[in-house]
């Protein structure tokens, strides 16, 4: 059993930046290839980015691309994802998500372990 606490969303002005955590509980962490989404008000849950086990490998979506990175320390159990360049539209809980397999996933039936999710709230 994994449990996964994301932490600081907050609110930002358009343009600004924060970095998000995802510390997880487990020993198998770093077998486990991670992902972030999003849910804006009213929206279903969407991708926004996976990293492999080992870091080597990410995606992102196209709508973040260029502006997001995601990235992991396993010897700190924690996935991060730093959001550069932030729009409007980029307001959402975000989650943090395992899957207890090493290859990227893309969708939500990818993943096994769920985060509670933080607010990120990007002002114009």
């Known amino acids: 059993q994994v449990q996964l606490v994301e932490s600081g969303g907050g609110l930002v002005q358009a343009g600004g930046s924060l970095r998000l955590s995802c510390a997880a509980s487990?020993?198998?962490?770093?077998?486990?290839?991670m992902g972030w989404f999003r849910q804006a008000p009213g929206k279903e849950r969407e991708f926004v980015s996976t990293?492999?086990?080992?870091?080597?490998?990410?995606y992102y979506a196209d709508s973040v691309k260029g502006r997001f990175t995601i990235s992991r320390d396993n010897a700190k159990n924690t996935v991060y994802l730093q959001m550069n360049s932030l729009k409007a539209e980029d307001t959402a809980v975000y989650y943090c998500?395992?899957?207890?397999?090493?290859?990227?996933?893309?969708?939500?039936?990818?993943?096994?372990?769920w985060g509670q999710g933080t607010q990120v709230t990007v002002s114009s």
């Open positions: 998500a395992g899957r207890e397999r090493s290859g990227l996933g893309y969708v939500l039936r990818d993943y096994d372990y």
């Open positions: 487990g020993r198998t962490f770093s077998s486990y290839a």
């Open positions: 990293i492999s086990w080992g870091g080597s490998r990410t």
